[in-house]
């Protein structure tokens, strides 16, 4: 049953991704600023620091169906979100093995997985012509709202969530190994 607790929480984070901008104020959500939720890419970066050990990549594929799922329930075009979420959590993942992991690594990583795969997004959305937006305009109205909001988000989930995964985890890599 504790292997479905993380898919449980993506699932749920991903539906709630979709009534995220419902629970902000109307003054904010009425405003110029374009704040995209990406839940599923925070609690994501979360499990790549506690939950995943260096011969495990749990939250590359997670990363990957999510993703995929993001684009089949959110968006016109298959794979965006697959691709960079894929991509970003790949090199979170490998980035883990050179810092430990607390809640300053968390933040550092939380903000590098935000920036990274919302350009690469915008980038491939701009590429195929969905958006037309300016890059100076991207970074002011979309980018920073982005991912600050997120990093709130962050904030609350990393107390809550820190200490499941990583019991989560070393519990992944005993029962793996008593098999």
Known sequence: MKRLYIPL?????LVLEGVALEL?????????????????LVF????????DRENTYFSVLYGLIFGLLID??????????MFSYGMVIYIIHGLIKLLHGNIHVSLLLG?????????????????VG?????????FMVRLIPTVLSNLVFLLVLYPIMM????????????????L
Do not use: C
């Not at 089949?72 to 979100?81: A, E, P, S, W």
């Not at 969905?130 to 991207?138: G, S």
């Open 9 to 13: 929480f993506l699932f749920l984070f």
């Open 111 to 127: 903000v590098t997985a935000l920036v990274l795969a919302d350009i690469s997004i915008n980038t491939v959305y701009t590429v």
């Open 44 to 51: 994501l970066v979360l499990i790549a620091i506690f939950y």
């Open 24 to 40: 902000l104020p109307v003054n904010l959500v009425m405003s110029n600023l374009y704040i995209i939720p990406h839940w599923v």
């Open 163 to 178: 200490k499941r995964l990583d019991r989560w985890g070393r519990e992944q890599l005993t029962s793996s190994n008593s």
């Open 72 to 81: 089949i329930v959110y968006t016109g075009i298959l794979g965006v979100y």
């Open 130 to 138: 969905i958006t037309d937006m300016l890059w100076k305009d991207y």
